[in-house]
């Protein structure tokens, strides 16, 4: 059984800071891209930021670029994505993804595992 549990949401004014940590278990290897996505109220899923298995490449949305930055150490089977600059437009629940084998998760379609979700709300 897979898991992927996030952790690191919470409240905070506009223009701080937070980092999301993701922990994964149940999986036999590391050949796995990770990403996140995120849902505000009313809107659907979107992708926000992914990286590759060893952490070589990484993929942004183009409003998260230059404040969001996403790293994974894979001895701690996690992926973090430290926020900076936040914007209340970033106020939304937001997923850790599990690629499949080989696969980075920069779409829905690639995701075959996601988290429960943790909530970043930001005031103005």
């Known amino acids: 059984q897979v898991q992927l549990v996030e952790s690191g949401g919470g409240l905070v004014q506009s223009g701080g800071s937070l980092r999301l940590s993701c922990v994964a278990s149940?999986?036999?290897?590391?050949?796995?891209?990770m990403g996140w996505f995120r849902q505000a109220p009313g809107k659907e899923r979107e992708f926000v930021a992914a990286i590759s298995w060893n952490g070589g490449r990484t993929y942004y949305i183009d409003s998260v670029k230059g404040r969001f930055t996403i790293s994974r150490d894979n001895a701690k089977n996690t992926v973090y994505m430290q926020m900076n600059s936040l914007k209340p437009e970033d106020t939304a629940v937001y997923y850790c993804?599990?690629?499949?084998?080989?696969?980075?998760?920069?779409?829905?379609?690639?995701?075959?595992?996601w988290g429960k979700g943790t909530l970043v709300t930001v005031s103005s």
């Open positions: 993804a599990a690629g499949g084998t080989l696969m980075i998760p920069t779409t829905g379609s690639r995701v075959a595992n």
């Open positions: 149940g999986r036999t290897s590391s050949d796995y891209g």
